[in-house]
């Protein structure tokens, strides 16, 4: 397992990166300016989930396939692109739906889970950064290559779910306040459509280099 410096070095490199705005932080703020706080967390929960997958497919070699195969880099990249163009379209096509009973939120909100962690799942650049990054202090020299990966990448993804939460926080709470404005209430909707299309079109000009 790794030593004591390493993954004090580590959970530093980490925290300065999760509080970097990227993407994924620009998503779940997004979903919490639109739906609430609740949803915030519901999606980073979905995108921690996905992290632990991209994680799994690191230490076992999979995510290795997207650096050499373009082929399956570009499918990902553009099935993950189409996903949230799609649902930035859809937002800017809804109608209000003021009324919501108790088994329709539940599915909302299972819904929302699944759709940040396809989000995450359908993003390349994350399988690549993990990739890139846990490596780094992973020490052969210090036991199993595999589970020393695992633990890495679960400290990351425990890091990354509490910032992108705090994110979501700070920005449903923002946006429950200024809701209380008619303005911000008719343009909200196109705002949140907009952010997503444009990190759909992000998406699908990533290429394989560095994150």
């Not at 979905?46 to 650096?67: C, E, K, M, N, W």
């Not at 009324?99 to 650049?125: C, D, I, W, Y």
């Not at 990054?133 to 990351?156: C, E, I």
């Not at 890091?159 to 992108?164: D, E, P, Q």
Request: contains cysteine; hydrophobic residues 50%.
């Amino acid at each position: 397992m790794p030593t004591w410096t390493t993954l004090s070095i580590f959970l530093l490199a980490a925290l300065g990166l999760l509080f970097l705005p990227g993407p994924a932080v620009l998503f779940v703020m997004t979903k919490s300016v639109d739906q609430g706080r609740r949803v915030g967390a519901v999606s980073s929960l979905g995108i921690g989930i996905a992290d632990l997958i991209h994680t799994t497919a690191a230490a076992f070699g999979l995510s290795a396939l997207l650096v050499t195969s373009a082929l399956a880099f570009n499918v990902v990249k553009y099935l993950g692109a189409a996903y949230l163009i799609y649902l930035g379209i859809r937002t800017l096509l809804k109608r209000d739906t003021p009324h919501q009973t108790v088994s329709e939120a539940s599915q909302s909100l299972t819904r929302l889970f699944t759709q940040g962690m396809f989000v995450e799942l359908l993003n390349p650049k994350t399988a690549l950064f993990f990739l890139a990054f846990l490596p780094q202090f992973v020490d052969p020299a210090q036991g199993n290559v595999t589970l020393q990966f695992l633990l890495l990448g679960s400290l990351y993804t425990i890091l990354g779910i509490c910032s992108l939460t705090f994110y979501g926080l700070i920005a449903g709470t923002t946006a429950a306040l200024l809701k209380r404005s008619t303005t911000f209430q008719r343009v909200q909707r196109y705002i949140t459509g907009c952010i997503y299309i444009a990190l759909g079109l992000t998406a699908a000009f990533a290429s394989t280099e560095k994150k």
